[in-house]
């Protein structure tokens, strides 16, 4: 039987709400452009309310570069957003899509609206969430360029196979999502509940980086969560991050594979200053969230910066006495990435540089980030010093909390000493995801392990009812904060040049070597050559990295590392073995001592 042309789209990606609270968007995807609707009512079988929709969509000359405009295009069909209007706070509506032409309607949905200043809210967080195939196979588009001696898909089981996989564990770095197989039947089944007002994703969405059907991957993925819980997104490097990408604060990045920010704004429509400008604020319950984009200018001329300016200086907190800024990297990081232009500590410093001072003058109360792949948070801080709580309990600083446990390979790139904003506070390698609920006087977020939904960490803040921002108190936490000093890093690219050049360039030459690490019946090999996706664990990447430096450092040293590579080094021999030795040193240091010390369970 023919499929009718329903059954052919994507279903509903997100309803999500704009800035005001009485409407909520829904937007799907289909493969013909008809007479498309949002039908809308208080009962599944009172749907008496009937929008259309608008329709749209984009072509490759839209792109920015390859892959995206070129072998990685495919035509994303016809993009159809409604709006429905008059909702009334908190409360369930029933929906569905459909056409008019097709004379076809999707399944009911449901969600709640969004909640007033009044009502108690309830959340989920995540960033870099991504997407993997369901019958188990792995896609390799996008990382390959980057190994010139594995330029060419091998088979799961080979030598070379393994090898790849090993270099792609121990550089965090890889085509498919691994941990979105424990997160997505999470969130899922949290969504379930019909407990919950929103969700909010803080960048790197579907990890397609140019290869179109990543996003429709994602999409199938996503829509039991999306089409119930409102979900809200923000930009991450790699939907924004191309030369040419709108007011890009990174000129060199590459990492959207060409699709400066097309697909992801298209898809996903936010309530945005306009369609070039991805950053927006919206009140929540009693929560402002002010959503920014960190792969544009943030710098003091940009207008991003002069938004944010406007936005804090308006916030009404009588009504929303909480404030949440959420961006995709990070402000605060433990990550021993630290040289290059878009690296994790030097991107941190220049967000602390413009809006750390900003963000206590005006009391923001938590920034949600992901970037880096592992759960983190911070002490109440100000310039790296944690600075505690008033007399009323109240955090005189904002928690920064970072998030990007919930799909892509783990990265637990601790530095070897840890900065003191982070100092008794849980760094944990999970997958994961956020919960919060929220009230005028309460803010609890969790953290949960996907695997057994597991609560690992909770944050609890307070403020009395009636509370009011007092800037003079935090004028004069901004003047008598002196700081503490953060870590000087070096660059970890000589690190990342001899596990993905040098390494494999030794296996090459050393096959009872290669054979003793990542050969049938070590570890390494029955994790790698799992079938079908398998979680990659923080506890097994340590291991593979431990594994992989172990066969490394007796072979290589600056004197040598020439007639290794054979070829032109990236810096000097010295630098290179700097770079490794410092990283390594986190690596069987200080990370392993992190990792060994959780408890995990193998999925």
Known sequence: MPATPLENEQPPLAPQPPNWRSE????????????????????EDELDAQVPANVTTYTAADLCG???????????????????????????????????????TSTVSSFISAPGPDDTVKLLAFADVGQYNEDGTKGFGYWYDTYGLFDEVYAIGTLQ???????????????????????????????????????????????ARGMAWQWDTF?????????????????????????????????????SGGECGVPYKMRAPMPTVSSDDLFYSIDHGPIHFLQLNTEARFDEDSEQYKFVVRDLFTVDRSKTPWVVVGFHR?????????????????????MRDVFEAMFVYFGVDMTWQGHNHVYQRTCPVFNNTCVGYDKEGVARGPIHVTMGHAGFMLSPSYQPVEA???????????????????????????????LNQTVRD????????????????????????????????????????????????????????????????????????????????????????QSVIDFVTPLVNATNLQEIAGAALPMSAEAIMESFDWVASAWKGRIAELVGAQDYAEA
């Open 24 to 43: 909520m968007r829904v937007t799907w995807l289909t493969q013909f452009e008809g007479a498309p609707f949002v039908r809308y009512g208080l009962a």
């Open 66 to 104: 390859a892959p995206a405009n070129s072998t990685g295009w495919k035509a994303p069909g016809t993009i159809n957003s409604g709006v429905m209007a008059d909702l009334e706070p908190n409360t369930r509506y029933y929906y569905v899509v459909g056409d008019e032409a097709a004379n076809t």
């Open 161 to 207: 196979y393994t090898a790849l996989q090993a270099v792609l564990v121990t550089l965090s770095q890889q085509a498919d999502q691994d941990g979105t197989i424990l997160v997505y039947p999470a969130l899922i089944e949290e969504a379930s509940t019909g407990e919950y007002h929103s969700a909010w994703h803080n960048g790197d969405v579907s990890y």
């Open 219 to 255: 999409g199938h993925l996503m829509e039991p969560l999306s089409s119930r819980v409102p979900t809200m997104y923000s930009p991450g490097n790699h939907e924004y991050d191309w030369p040419t990408a709108h007011d890009s604060q990174f000129a060199e990045a590459i990492d």
């Open 330 to 350: 990070m402000m605060y990081t433990d990550a021993f990435d630290g040289v290059s232009e878009a690296s994790a500590q030097r991107v941190a410093a220049e």
């Open 420 to 450: 003191a904003a982070f100092a008794d506070t849980p760094e944990l390698a999970f997958f994961g995801y956020c919960r919060a609920e929220v009230n005028r006087t309460h803010f609890n977020l969790q953290m949960l392990d996907a």
């Open 458 to 545: 909770e944050i609890r803040l307070y403020k009395p009812l009636g509370w009011e921002l007092d800037v003079n108190a935090t004028q004069a936490l901004i003047s008598d904060t002196p700081g503490a000093p953060f870590t000087d890093n070096p660059t970890n690219a000589g690190f990342k040049y001899i596990i993905s050049t040098i390494f494999p360039k030794l296996l090459l030459s050393d096959i009872v070597g290669a054979l003793s690490i990542i050969g049938q019946g070590t570890p390494i090999y029955a994790k790698l050559n799992a079938h079908p996706s398998r979680p990659i664990s923080a506890e097994f990447m340590t291991q593979t990295a």
